[in-house]
């Protein structure tokens, strides 16, 4: 499919949290924080994800037109009813422009890059505008240490347009239902929902089975990769830069330490910013191109996993 | 967009819940509630929506293979992470079939079916099982009558691939934010959080301004059908069926009252099922299947409003 990224943007948070800070509020050590999931610093934002996403937007949109379509990619919504990309539309001011929400948690910002080059490469739209924006900080139980400490809350967007040059080279996408209990916030719908007796304060917050993830992910994920790139006639030499969800450093240290990919081709701000939830992979994306990592014509391969278990990878022609 | 639906299915839970009984929930009596709603009886389920959704999707998958993508497109979800997309495809056996949701509330079927069906005309995949799965009743606050008796539950599906003969013909939605705060969930995310002091029980339930998004969806909905019928040179004598969504009585009968469609061009199942919300569409349109109202060849325009407040029209070759 012949699109292009033609802007991109984020909004980190000012305030910092260090390791420090949340080492007090889950009774470890900074030490244990910091080996264990790799982040030393995360943001927390005092504005809603509605406002953050918009910020975002609003640094991709600074030198261009308006979008003809919203979707709003996020992990968790700002309430359930109306979906966010209502709150992002109108905080944007851009009332009248189709919107509407894509959810695969972690890998929503994926999913929706698909769908939009979809719609655009079937004529539907010609410039969609995609936001993902999560503040995760929310939904931290410090009673579960590791998921605690890996939060941190971001927001990211990006602009597709047809193109000439630019392409998506290819897109596969797995949902293995199996470790659908691997990765959870159990409240917030039907399910345990307030009136439900046995809906208990836990399940308004981020629970994580890290290792039961990492185990599965690992696999899946190598496996995508040595067929994405048969089905492409490529080796990993012939990927410039890789761009993956920011699940934990342990788990982006494996595209190098088992995927085979150069440390230094591989994006990694977990250190500062944290998993961001489904802003993770748009704003490493868009530092990336920021710092000139990445550059028109590279080839950019975009991957990672989210709860479902779900795994998915983009080959992108930038 | 050459795109057919090859199949549909639909889940009706058995237990009925009349006006008669309702009223006394609601301390109105079931005139009232019939008088101002139009919904006779409703539907509701003692299973979640992930089990729902599998049930229509298994009647649609009856006599055919399985799909190669599961898009889930309800109102509400089973619950905040992951995604309800997964619940539906474990219900279903059918592990690593990609999965995702998308969600526009009333509207998230017809979004879905846009871009389902630009999803196989661009080539991305072959077969995809749209469903859509509300349990409004979860959600109904006894305190708000009139949203009250509206909501039932219900669940529906689809399966589109490529055609020669079936298409895609036309697709407009516009989201119009400044109705934003018309129809509301406002609990459920980031914003009315449990955590958060100023959350209140009312956040959990579902509240409507019925007045308010029926004054501006009639003027909304009424300029889409022109624009949407002088974009495709049709005029209403070339519309042989109209799916509306099933919000209430009123929103139905205006498309014969203001619209122009003659009363039995205009499938109306609001006074046995209520509005459900998301499946309201794909069940009066799996249901006049059934009841051959709508015949292959038949020109059908879909159409409705959702939280947001959102217009959707398609107009398809069925």
């Excluded at 261009?64 to 109306?82: C, E, F, H, M, Y």
């Excluded at 868009?286 to 991957?303: C, F, Q, Y």
């Amino acid at each position: 499919m012949n699109i292009k990224i033609s802007s991109h943007g984020h909004y980190i948070p000012k305030k910092i949290e260090t390791a420090e800070e949340v080492s007090k509020k889950i009774n470890k050590s900074p030490d244990w924080i910091i080996s264990r999931t790799g982040v030393k610093n995360r943001r927390i934002s005092n504005i809603d994800v509605d406002k953050m996403g918009a910020l975002a937007a609003k640094d991709a949109l600074k030198n261009t037109s308006n979008p003809d379509l919203i979707i709003n990619a996020s992990g968790v919504p700002k309430q359930t009813i109306p979906d966010t990309s209502v709150f992002i539309q109108k905080e944007l001011g851009l009332s009248g422009v189709p919107s509407f929400s894509v959810h695969s948690t972690c890998l929503s910002f994926l999913t929706a890059f698909h769908t939009a080059s979809s719609l655009i490469e079937s004529k539907q739209y010609k410039k969609i505008l995609i936001v993902s924006s999560d503040r995760g900080s929310i939904g931290r139980n410090f009673n579960e240490p590791e998921s605690a400490s890996l939060l941190g809350d971001a927001a990211a967007a990006v602009i597709l347009e047809p193109s000439i040059n630019s392409q998506v080279m290819s897109y596969k996408m797995e949902t293995w239902s199996e470790g659908a209990e691997f990765t959870q916030v159990k409240g917030g719908g039907t399910y345990r929902h307030p009136d439900n007796p046995k809906t208990i304060d836990n399940d308004h917050y981020f629970t994580m089975s890290g290792p039961n993830v990492y185990k599965m992910a690992r696999k899946k994920v190598y496996f995508m990769i040595q067929k994405t790139l048969k089905a492409n006639n490529l080796t990993i030499n012939d990927i410039d830069f890789v761009i993956p969800h920011q699940a934990s450093n342990t788990a982006i240290q494996a595209y190098s330490k088992f995927g085979g990919f150069p440390d230094d081709k591989v994006m990694n701000i977990i250190a500062d910013y944290g998993n961001c939830v489904s802003a993770s992979i748009p704003l490493a994306l868009s530092i990336a191109i920021k710092e000139r990592k990445i550059k028109r014509g590279n080839i950019v391969l975009l991957i990672g996993t989210g709860a479902g278990l779900s795994v998915a990878s983009s080959i992108i022609k930038f």
